[in-house]
């Protein structure tokens, strides 16, 4: 079963804003650290941000002022909400979650991973 649903992925004009979400498949997920990840073909997958159990956060400088992550406290769904979309933003993003220590937007952090949603920005 699909442990890390995701969705919101699309296509938009430079500039333009999309709101990524993932669905955890159970409650234990609020004890984890989440986050999401991007990945373009050739390329190795590299981490946009991350949110802890306490809703501290990590971002990736290459997004800093433009995306937010955030984690509902109730079902801890998490979003990234991307705004100010460049066409270096495109590529297929991911979710993420992990046990472990620290809590940030790197590939150690993690280990239960979503199945990827395309984001394509063009111009």
């Known amino acids: 079963q699909v442990q890390l649903a995701e969705s919101g992925g699309g296509s938009v004009q430079t500039g333009g804003a999309l709101r990524l979400s993932c669905v955890p498949s159970?409650?234990?997920?609020?004890?984890?650290?989440m986050g999401w990840f991007r990945q373009v073909p050739g390329k190795e997958r590299e981490g946009v941000a991350s949110?802890?159990?306490?809703?501290?956060?990590n971002y990736a400088d290459s997004v800093k002022g433009r995306f937010t992550i955030s984690r509902e406290i109730a079902n801890n769904t998490l979003y990234l909400q991307m705004n100010s979309l460049r066409s270096e933003d495109t590529a297929v993003y991911f979710c993420?979650?992990?046990?472990?220590?620290?809590?940030?937007?790197?590939?150690?952090?993690?280990?239960?991973w979503g199945q990827g949603t395309q984001v394509t920005v063009s111009s």
């Open positions: 159970q409650s234990t997920y609020r004890r984890y650290c």
């Open positions: 993420a979650a992990g046990s472990g220590r620290p809590c940030r937007p790197t590939l150690r952090s993690f280990d239960t």
């Open positions: 949110m802890d159990r306490n809703y501290g956060s």
